[in-house]
C-alpha cells in the first residue's frame, strides 16, 4: 500500500491550510501500515536526525500584574532575576516588563503585563505554577524569607519521593515551585 500524506490535522488539505506543516516542510510521508502513525509524523516535523529540535524553543510565559513596580521588585530583588527589558505602549494602554536569569536564547523568560487601570486578577483554576532550579531549596526560601517573600510550602521532600521543593507566591499571587537540583552538593543521593 502506498503511504498516505497527513498534515497536523489528519487532513489531506494539499498545503491549502495555512498550519500545514506537511507543503511547507516538503512533506514527510507517513507508513500508517506500518505502526508509524501521526506521532512520528509530528515529530519529524520538529526534530532533527540526531533528537535535537531547531525549528522550536520556550520563550517566555506572560502574566499579568496589577502593580507592575511591586512585581518587577518581587522578581528581581526577592528571586534574583534581572529586568531584560521593558515596552510601555501608552496606545494601547498596556507596559510589558521581561524578566529572567539570563536572556533568550540562553534560558526562558517572564514577560510581565501590566494594563492601564487593572489593579487585580482573578487567577482562575487552571493555572498551577512556575518551577525554578535552585541549588539549596532550604537556603533559598531563607533568603526569600528574609527578603520579604511569602513561603506557601516550606521545603521538603514531595509527597512520595525525595526530590526537594517548596513553594512561594509573587505579589499578585502566582505559585512558584522552587525544585533543588540533582547536581546540588545538598541533594541527598537516593540509593
Known amino acids: 500500500m502506498e503511504p498516505i500524506k497527513l498534515c497536523l490535522f489528519?487532513?489531506?488539505?494539499?498545503?491549502l491550510c495555512p498550519?500545514?506543516?506537511?507543503?511547507?516542510?516538503?512533506?514527510?510521508?507517513?507508513?500508517?501500515d506500518q505502526g508509524m502513525g501521526y506521532t512520528k509524523h509530528?515529530?519529524?516535523?520538529?526534530?532533527?536526525?540526531?533528537?535535537?529540535?531547531?525549528?522550536?524553543?520556550?520563550?517566555h510565559t506572560m502574566l499579568r500584574v496589577g502593580d507592575l513596580k511591586r512585581s518587577i521588585h518581587f522578581y528581581t530583588e526577592v528571586l534574583?532575576?534581572?529586568?531584560l527589558r521593558?515596552?510601555?505602549r501608552p496606545e494601547q494602554q498596556y507596559t510589558l516588563a521581561f524578566l529572567g536569569f539570563a536572556s533568550n536564547p540562553e534560558q526562558a523568560e517572564i514577560e510581565l503585563t501590566y494594563?492601564?487601570?487593572?489593579?487585580?486578577?482573578?487567577?482562575?483554576?487552571?493555572?498551577?505554577?512556575?518551577?525554578?532550579?535552585?541549588?539549596?531549596v532550604y537556603?533559598?526560601?531563607?533568603?526569600?524569607?528574609?527578603?520579604?517573600?511569602?513561603?506557601?510550602?516550606?521545603?521538603g521532600p514531595v509527597q512520595g519521593g525525595s526530590t526537594l521543593i517548596a513553594f512561594v507566591v509573587d505579589p499578585d499571587g502566582y505559585k512558584i515551585?522552587?525544585?533543588?537540583?540533582?547536581?546540588?552538593?545538598?541533594?541527598p543521593q537516593v540509593k
Open 10 to 15: 489528519y487532513l489531506k488539505c494539499k498545503g
Open 19 to 32: 498550519l500545514c506543516a506537511c507543503m511547507r516542510m516538503k512533506t514527510t510521508s507517513v507508513d500508517t
Open 42 to 59: 509530528l515529530s519529524s516535523l520538529f526534530l532533527q536526525q540526531d533528537g535535537s529540535n531547531t525549528s522550536m524553543m520556550f520563550l
Open 80 to 83: 534574583g532575576m534581572k529586568l
Open 86 to 88: 521593558t515596552t510601555d
Open 115 to 136: 494594563n492601564y487601570g487593572v489593579s487585580h486578577y482573578d487567577l482562575g483554576n487552571a493555572f498551577g505554577h512556575l518551577a525554578l532550579g535552585v541549588q539549596d
Open 139 to 155: 537556603a533559598t526560601c531563607e533568603r526569600i524569607r528574609q527578603l520579604g517573600g511569602r513561603i506557601t510550602r516550606e521545603p
Open 177 to 187: 515551585e522552587l525544585i533543588q537540583r540533582n547536581d546540588s552538593p545538598t541533594t
